[in-house]
């Protein structure tokens, strides 16, 4: 990841210097901090105050931790997706380590997860599919993809390349 390019592009969109923390202080976040590039956004991309890009609200470090203990973060992190961002809808854009594929974007409908249940719409046949089960395998179902890699889906949502789709995902 080029932190050099995204820090610049940070404090432009945000009209602030990212904010570098330890490990330690990202500790509540682990053990996503594993893969490389979710710690390096987590450690030196966070703003103190958070800032909006592409029509949705990018979180800061607090924001973040405070997130997972509510709906549908409080489902999702325990199979290692954590929030980035939120759009006006309450819904969550979220990451997920790969393995060796890297980090992966997902858009999350604040509605489609519960403790034994997830549901979400199908856009393709205009319909809500309900799935029995907390699994990775429905949460997977349920997660629209936004990006395969992380720093250029941050490039265009800095950018404001992203506005459209992600309106488009809250209607």
Not at 71 to 89: C, K, N, S
Not at 103 to 122: C, I, L, M, P, Q
Request: charge should be negative; aromatic fraction near 10%; charged fraction near 25%.
């Amino acid at each position: 990841m080029n932190l050099g390019r995204l820090r610049a592009e940070i404090k432009r969109k945000a009209g602030a210097r990212p904010v570098t923390y330890t490990r330690e202080q990202l500790a509540p976040l682990e053990p996503t901090l594993e893969d490389p590039a979710i710690r390096e956004y987590l450690q030196h991309c966070l703003t103190e105050e958070g800032y909006g890009a592409s029509g949705v609200n990018v979180l800061d470090r607090e924001r973040i931790v405070d997130e997972l203990a509510a709906a549908p973060m409080e489902y999702l992190f325990p199979f290692d997706y954590v929030p980035i961002a939120t759009d006006v809808g309450g819904n969550f854009i979220v990451v997920h380590a790969w393995g060796d594929r890297g980090a992966k974007v997902w858009w999350a409908d604040h509605t489609g997860f519960s403790e034994d249940r997830v549901s979400y719409n199908d856009r393709v046949k205009g319909e809500w599919v309900y799935l029995t089960g907390l699994t990775v395998d429905n949460i997977g179902k349920a997660l629209v993809p936004l990006d395969t890699d992380l720093e250029h889906f941050l490039l265009a949502l800095l950018n404001d390349e992203l506005a459209e789709r992600l309106e488009a995902l809250d209607s």
